[in-house]
């Protein structure tokens, strides 16, 4: 079963629920009841917690759960020189419930900084993981997407041709600092080229001034602008999903739209696909992969409990290997867990069971 290198044939997203000891931290730092160097220490400890169990269960490459972060892109990003979190009248509305009221304002030169604080997140995974530590940022998209133009300062950028040199700049200076920090599995989490196969989407971006095929280049120039800065031996996947709050979705569509660029225009070595559902559409798609990279098939669903039966989830190999060759494969679950502190709706003991299912199953299929 083994891979030789990442993504390996039993995989997973990055993020984890948050335990009761983390969100009463959290609770009472809000609060003033604990300093900082307190939840530095829980969060230490769960960070340490969330590894061990990863091991036990056979998984090659263990993250650290994302277990610092509010949100899975705003912590990142707001770190960033010129970007700072700010309040909004709403939040963004999922199918089902809305998020809290946040986003990012772009008020300043795009710049990584030298001390961003993920850095120091990695080193302390690096130094309690027995297996391939994996980071996880978003990609560069997630700083445009949602605001769109009138988030970035027009004093700074007049224009966003400058506004994208520099973001995909401070990318290129980010994986190579994660990579002098001794990372060798980064993962983009590029959610909103996804959203692109969705039409309503489409009309959204249209009727703010937006072209979608235009923002489609864009985004894989920024993510080609990033790999740049990638040092020999990183290995440097993305993954694609269409929203998940508290197990709700917000977009949908499958990915024939995107595929060609998706797969032979950006340079990363695999894929972290959704496809727990049909929102996802087909597998036919795959058929754009490229010679050397991999495609880490998402049938393992995250927003829900309920465990998937090993032969359905063998079926669905097969039928994407009629695509694709079965060698160019491997499962993971749709996303993560908690791709914000809130978390899906679920329990530990059934997450732990979802990724035994994928190591399961990858060792059925391809032996090990």
Known sequence: MTA???PFRA???GSLLRGAALKDARTRRATGELPAGGLREIEDREVARVVAAQERLGLEAVTDGELRRSWWHYDFLAALDGVALRGLSQGIQFHGTQTRAEGLQVHGRVAFPADHPMLAHFRYLKSVA????KMTIPAPSALHYRGGREAIDRAVYPDLDGFFEDLGRAYAEALAAFGAAGCTYLQLDEVYIAYLCDPAQRVFLKDRGDDPDRLLRVYADLLNAALRGRPPGMTVTMHLCRGNFRSTWFAQGGYEPVADTLFNRIGVDGYFMEYDSERA???EPLRFLSAGKRAVLGLVTSKTGALEP???LRRRLDEAARVTDL???CISPQCGFSSTEEGNLLVEDEQWAKLARCLEVA?????G
Do not use: I, Y
């Open 11 to 13: 995989d997973h997203v």
């Open 310 to 312: 090993v032969d359905a």
């Open 130 to 133: 027995k297996g391939v530590p």
């Open 327 to 329: 060698d160019r494969l």
């Open 281 to 283: 559409g087909g597998f």
């Open 363 to 367: 060792r059925a299929v391809w032996g």
């Open 4 to 6: 030789s290198k990442p």
